[in-house]
């Protein structure tokens, strides 16, 4: 069985910064793409950052030169360093990855989500 765990969520106020992280464990063979994705109160769940396993990355716009994805992949997590954070950033924030257990099994899994709530 394949998991994402997240961590590193929490109160925060506008301007500060966070960082989340995202470990992968379990039977893993490979993974391709991880991603962050967020999802307000009342809001459909957006994409936030993807990177691909050898690194190239996109970034929603509201997020662009604020927001930081990287990837360890000997230790298979995911890193989201948010900077100058904003009200409108909150959100639960879920890791994302497309993970194959054997050569030819691939599924698309997702963390358990971690608030970050962000004051004004």
């Known amino acids: 069985q394949v998991q994402l765990a997240e961590s590193g969520g929490g109160l925060v106020q506008a301007g500060g910064s966070l960082r989340l992280s995202c470990a992968a464990s379990g039977r893993i063979f490979r993974i391709n793409n991880m991603a962050w994705y967020r999802q307000a109160p009342g809001e459909q769940r957006e994409l936030v950052a993807r990177?691909?396993?050898?690194?190239?990355?996109n970034y929603a716009d509201s997020v662009k030169d604020r927001f930081t994805i990287s990837r360890d992949n000997a230790k298979n997590t995911v890193i989201l360093q948010m900077n100058s954070l904003k009200p409108e950033d909150t959100a639960v924030y879920y890791c994302n990855a497309e993970i194959l257990r054997t050569i030819v099994h691939k599924n698309n899994y997702w963390g358990q989500g971690t608030q970050v709530p962000v004051s004004s």
């Open positions: 990177i691909t396993s050898d690194g190239n990355t």
